[in-house]
Nanobody, 120 residues
């Protein structure tokens, strides 16, 4: 019913920038919350940033460096990352909560993940 596909991961040097995108597809009329999570090797998945309406939320570790935004008309969420650090290396997952579709409300959906590697 709902599919999330991420774009934009890759290898970047410390101090560099990357922009991740996530497109939600399906017969969607509204998505309550969209966000980004990440999971580093050997660690649990953690929330990076989320956006609901005009309200945003960030993990302390990325405040001032990452910015989340969304285009509701395109069912797309973005994560602009600057001043990247090696500890930002992880698989980044797109997440959507309370997705209103023609068939009903999908409580939660996940993308397949995109790898971000910060290394010199």
């Amino acid at each position: 019913q709902v599919q999330l596909v991420e774009f934009g991961g890759g290898l970047v040097q410390p101090g560099g920038s990357l922009r991740l995108s996530c497109v939600a597809s399906g017969i969607i009329s509204n998505i309550n919350v969209m966000g980004w999570y990440r999971q580093a090797p050997g660690k649990e998945r953690e929330l990076v940033a989320s956006i609901s309406g005009s309200s945003t939320n960030y993990a302390d570790s990325v405040k001032g460096r990452f910015a989340i935004s969304r285009d509701n008309a395109k069912n797309t969420v973005y994560l602009q990352m600057i001043s990247l650090k090696p500890e930002d290396t992880a698989v980044y997952y797109c997440n959507a909560k309370a997705v209103v579709t023609r068939a009903g409300i999908v409580p939660e959906a996940w993308g397949q993940g995109t790898l971000v590697t910060v290394s010199s």
